[in-house]
C-alpha cells in the first residue's frame, strides 16, 4: 500500500540536543512538507520541497533543518537552537504538475522535550 | 504570504443540528483544501475546490468557494458524533507552497 510514514510516534529531547524525525512516502510524489502543530492550534510550515536536493524555508523555520537527498525522504531535523520545540510534527506529501491535487499526511510525531 | 483566518474556532453543537465553519483568505485562493483532524493523528482529505462558485458534497458534508475565491464554507447537515474533530482548511499558493488557517475545533453534544 501507498502511504508516507513518520517514525517514531513518540520522541523524548533533552534540552540542548538535536534529533531527528523520519518522514518517508512511496506515493512517488514530487512535494514535500513539515508541520508543527501546538495544542488548540492550526499547522504551522517549517520547510518545503519540491524536488530533489532543494527546499525552502516556510513560515517558521528557526531552529529547524531538513535534508532532501532522495525522493522518497525528507527528514526533520529539530536543533538545540530551537527554544520550545515540545509540539506535534506533521509531515505531508503531494504531485507537482498541471492542477491541484491533495496533500496526503503521516501520522505524526510528537516531540517532548525532558 | 497568504494567510488563512477560519472561523469559529470552536464549535459545540447538539447531535442532529446543521453547522457550518468559514475561512476566508488574505489572497485568491487557487486551490483550497478541506481536512478533518481527530487529536494526536494525521489529517483526513476531505475535499478540494478551485473555480469560482464549485461546491461539492461527500455524504453530509458540503464545501462551497465563493465566486471571488476568497472565502470557503464547510457545512454540515443533520450532524453526527462522528463528526467530531479538528477542521483545516488550507490553500495552495505560489511555488506549491501549502498553508492551513487555525482550525475549528468542533464537539458534537448527544
Known amino acids: 500500500d501507498g502511504g508516507i510514514t513518520q517514525s517514531p510516534k513518540y520522541l523524548f529531547r533533552k534540552e540542548g540536543q538535536n534529533v531527528t524525525l523520519s518522514c518517508e512516502q512511496n506515493l512517488n510524489h514530487d512535494a514535500m512538507y513539515w508541520y508543527r502543530q501546538d495544542p488548540g492550534q492550526g499547522l504551522r510550515l517549517i520547510y518545503y520541497s519540491q524536488i530533489v536536493n532543494d527546499f525552502q524555508k516556510g513560515d517558521i523555520a528557526e531552529g529547524y533543518s531538513v535534508s532532501r537527498e532522495k525522493k522518497e525522504s525528507f527528514p526533520l531535523t529539530v536543533t538545540s537552537a530551537q527554544k520550545n520545540p515540545t509540539a506535534f510534527y506533521l509531515c505531508a506529501s503531494s504531485m507537482v504538475g498541471a492542477g491541484y491535487t491533495e496533500a496526503f499526511f503521516g501520522q505524526g510525531t510528537r516531540l517532548t522535550v525532558v | 504570504s497568504q494567510e488563512l483566518e477560519q472561523s469559529p474556532q470552536s464549535l459545540i453543537v447538539q447531535e442532529g443540528k446543521n453547522l457550518t465553519i468559514n475561512c476566508t483568505s488574505s489572497?485568491?485562493?487557487?486551490?483550497l483544501y478541506w481536512y478533518k483532524q481527530k487529536y494526536g493523528e494525521g489529517l483526513i482529505f476531505l475535499m478540494m475546490l478551485q473555480k469560482g462558485g464549485e461546491e461539492k458534497s461527500h455524504e453530509k458534508i458540503t464545501a462551497k468557494l465563493d465566486e471571488k475565491k476568497q472565502q470557503s464554507s464547510l457545512h454540515i447537515t443533520a450532524s453526527q458524533p462522528s463528526h467530531a474533530g479538528i477542521y483545516l482548511c488550507?490553500?495552495?499558493?505560489?511555488?506549491?507552497?501549502?498553508?492551513f488557517g487555525q482550525g475549528t475545533r468542533l464537539t458534537i453534544n448527544p
Open positions: 489572497k485568491t485562493l487557487y486551490g
Open positions: 488550507g490553500a495552495t499558493g505560489g511555488a506549491q507552497k501549502l498553508v
